[in-house]
C-alpha cells in the first residue's frame, strides 16, 4: 500500500491565490522529504529538500520565497505556491527516503495544480 | 553535480519483444542507481536498485539492469515484454556521500503493442 500521501490530489486555483500542498509519510518517520516538479512528457526536477526542524534546501533557480516549504513535522511537510500563476501549473510530487543508510525512497502520488 | 541522460525517448515495441533502455550518468564518485516506473496515472515506483555487489541486479516483474562501471551505465532489459509494461521509465543516480537526493533522467516512454 501507499506509505507516502499527498493532498489535495488536484487543485484548481486563480492566478494571485497562494496553495498548500501536503505530503505526508503514512507509517514511518522522515526527517528529510524532497519535492519535485514535473513538467508533462518530462522528467521529475527536485526543486527542494523539506528538513524536519530547519529550513528547507532550495536547489539552483528555485524561489524560496514562492515555493514555501515547512516540514512541521517527523510525517508532515507542505509546499505553498504563493502567489500563484498561470506557469506554476504543473505536477508537484513529495517523496521521503525510509530506512536508513542506504534507503529507498517512496513517491507520494503527486499533485496536479492548474493556474487560472 | 551528476547528471543522468536516457537517450531513447519514446520506444515502441510488439508484445514478447526484448527490451533495453538505455542510461548513462556523469559523476566520478561512487554512486547508488536506481530505475523507477510510472504506470499511467499512477505515482512512481521503484523497479530495481544497484547500491554495491553483483552489478547485474534483479527487479520487479521481470526487469533487470547491468551497472558497467566503465562505460558510466545502467541499462535495463527485460527478455519479452508484455502491454501491461506501458509505462515512464525513469532511470535515477545517487550520489553515494550521505545525500539523498535523486538527479532522474528524462525518461522513455514504452509502448507495448498488443
Known amino acids: 500500500g501507499a506509505v507516502v500521501s499527498q493532498h489535495p490530489s488536484r487543485v484548481i486555483c486563480k492566478s494571485g491565490t497562494s496553495v498548500k500542498i501536503e505530503c505526508r509519510s503514512l507509517d514511518f518517520q522522515a526527517t528529510t522529504m524532497f519535492w519535485y516538479r514535473q513538467f508533462p512528457k518530462q522528467s521529475l526536477m527536485l526543486m527542494a529538500t523539506?528538513?524536519?526542524?530547519?529550513?528547507?534546501?532550495?536547489e539552483q533557480g528555485v524561489e524560496k520565497d514562492k515555493f514555501l516549504i515547512n516540514h512541521a513535522s517527523l510525517t508532515l511537510s507542505t509546499l505553498t505556491v504563493t502567489s500563484a500563476h498561470p506557469e506554476d501549473s504543473s505536477f508537484y510530487i513529495c517523496s521521503a527516503p525510509r530506512g536508513g543508510g542506504r534507503y529507498e525512497q517512496y513517491f507520494g502520488p503527486g499533485t496536479r495544480l492548474t493556474v487560472t | 553535480a551528476q547528471s543522468v541522460s536516457q537517450h531513447n525517448h519514446h520506444v515502441i515495441l510488439s508484445e514478447a519483444a526484448s527490451l533495453e533502455l538505455g542510461c548513462n550518468y556523469s559523476y566520478g564518485g561512487t554512486v547508488n542507481l536506481f530505475w523507477y516506473v510510472q504506470y499511467p496515472g499512477q505515482h512512481l515506483q521503484l523497479l530495481l536498485k544497484y547500491f554495491s555487489g553483483d552489478p547485474l541486479v534483479k527487479g520487479i516483474k521481470g526487469f533487470e539492469a547491468e551497472f558497467i562501471k566503465s562505460k558510466f551505465s545502467f541499462n535495463l532489459r527485460k527478455p519479452s515484454v508484455q502491454w501491461s509494461d506501458t509505462a515512464e521509465y525513469f532511470c535515477a543516480v545517487n550520489a553515494d556521500f550521505g545525500n539523498e537526493k535523486l538527479t532522474f533522467g528524462t525518461g522513455t516512454r514504452l509502448t507495448i503493442i498488443p
Open positions: 523539506s528538513n524536519e526542524g530547519s529550513k528547507a534546501t532550495y
